[in-house]
């Protein structure tokens, strides 16, 4: 069952030990694996946490995918927003240019620039489609939303990616929160304080029930 939306934003008051438990029950769950769920919504989760956790929440994630590994078949592709970019800037070989320059450039040129070089829908996704290709997999995990903002938003990955990751479970790992109500639809609220970015197509995943 979907524990009712918007119970809890960072997992109402699950400590670090309760979070990681779920979060390993739910993603190695037949139910989950199998993209079952109301409706037939893109299976996409976000996972809410803290934004001053963010360092605890890398090394809960990178155990999770261990622990997953080692006692279960699930294959984790784990893929990190800000690596992509990475990759994407080196790739076009503008990386060192652009960490030169960036102390002295115009706030509104650098922005221009890399949200061309990293526009999602031509850029960001067909490199996420890559790593899909050459490691097909049973869950994604996407990180590195705080990393790559404001140049990349999460609602505008989830809107694109809908046509490429359709057939797996995909766990975005979000520093804020997401809320889901009747009278206000779903907002993603970047380091709990930003104005929410309008989405609801997603679940949390720490109200997720198997």
């Known amino acids: 069952m979907i ?13 670090r030990r309760e979070r990681a438990r779920h979060l390993y029950r739910v993603i190695t769950s037949e139910r989950f ?3 079952r769920g109301p409706g037939n919504e893109v299976p996409f989760f976000i996972c809410p946490f803290p934004a ?4 605890t929440m890398m090394e809960d994630r ?4 261990r622990q997953i590994r080692q006692h279960t078949p699930v294959q984790v592709l784990d893929l990190s ?4 970019s990475l990759d994407l800037l ?12 960036e102390p002295d450039m115009d706030r509104s040129a ?29 869950v994604m995990f996407l990180s590195g939303v705080g990393e790559v903002y404001p140049y990349i938003r999460a609602h505008n990955v989830l809107n694109n990616l809908q046509g490429t990751a359709r057939d797996w479970p995909t766990v975005l790992f979000f520093p804020g929160s997401y809320t889901i109500s009747a009278a206000t639809g779903g907002s993603l609220n970047l380091f709990g304080v930003l104005q929410g ?13 198997t």
């Open 3 to 15: 524990v009712a939306a918007g119970k809890a934003e960072f997992g109402g008051q699950m400590t």
């Open 90 to 101: 080196r790739e076009r070989g503008i990386l060192e240019c652009v960490l030169e320059r």
């Open 110 to 138: 650098l922005r221009e620039l890399l949200q061309g070089v990293l526009d999602v829908r031509d850029h960001l996704i067909p490199k996420i489609a890559e790593s899909v290709a050459a490691t097909p997999p049973d």
């Open 33 to 35: 694996l199998a993209r």
């Open 197 to 209: 970015d309008r989405y609801y197509r997603a679940f949390n995943i720490l109200n997720y029930e």
């Open 81 to 84: 927003l800000y690596d992509i």
């Open 62 to 65: 990178l155990d999770l995918i």
């Open 52 to 55: 001053q956790e963010g360092l």
